[in-house]
């Protein structure tokens, strides 16, 4: 997964800042902020992160998020990961 800035299907942006595993189940999770106000951090499991889901004004499929900017630091993922 690429690190970097992603928009929301509904408009807002995100900043990814990496990846973890849940400790009981090891599933895959994103670890990403809000790029407004002060929201925290917030995970969601991977699998969900790079979803297709149907756009509320349209009625296609698009992606859940969607990059838009990869970090200046951004490295190809680790087989080992999703």
Known sequence: MTM???RHYKG???QVLGL???SETEEWLV???PCYGD???WVRPYAMFV???MHPETGLQV???ALIEASVD???TDDAQP
Do not use: M, T
């Open 74 to 76: 951004a490295r190809p």
């Open 4 to 6: 970097g800035r992603y």
């Open 39 to 41: 929201q925290g951090y």
């Open 51 to 53: 979803e297709h889901v």
């Open 63 to 65: 992606p859940r998020f």
């Open 12 to 14: 807002a942006e995100y």
């Open 20 to 22: 973890a595993r849940h």
């Open 31 to 33: 670890l990403y902020r």
